[in-house]
């Protein structure tokens, strides 16, 4: 999916661009309302630019999902060991709280993967260069 966007901030080649909401999703709703978002993505541009970006289809759903469920499920499932293994409470909550820092672990290593891969992170295909200069 390309979106258009708006870069409002770049420090060294990261730039935050400001997408405003497609037609598209006027009605739908799940995002709360809101009439912007706004991404980070490496790339070369001055703040005013407008951008073409290249958002693979289907990557922000699933890296999403795996950013949420992951640490979710993780902490039920040490919840669930650590009942099963003592069953006192504060042997439980421990086994939790380290099956969720071990998750968070992995999704920060996973992020640190789809930051590498350029498959499965937006790219800047295209800027257009601000006219108020």
Known sequence: MIRTGKVIKADGDMLSICFERPEMC????????KQESLVKIKGQANVGDRVLVDMPEG?????????????????LLGLLIGSRITGSEQSTALCGFVCLVLSLAFVILYDRYL?????????????EKNEEE
Do not use: D
Request: aromatic content about 6%; hydrophobic content about 35%.
């Open 59 to 75: 990557q922000l759903l699933r890296t999403s999902l795996f950013t949420y469920l992951v640490p979710i499920l993780s902490l």
């Open 26 to 33: 006027q009605h739908c709703g799940a995002c709360g309302h």
């Open 115 to 127: 930051g590498k891969n350029r498959h499965k992170t937006p790219q800047i295909i295209a800027v």
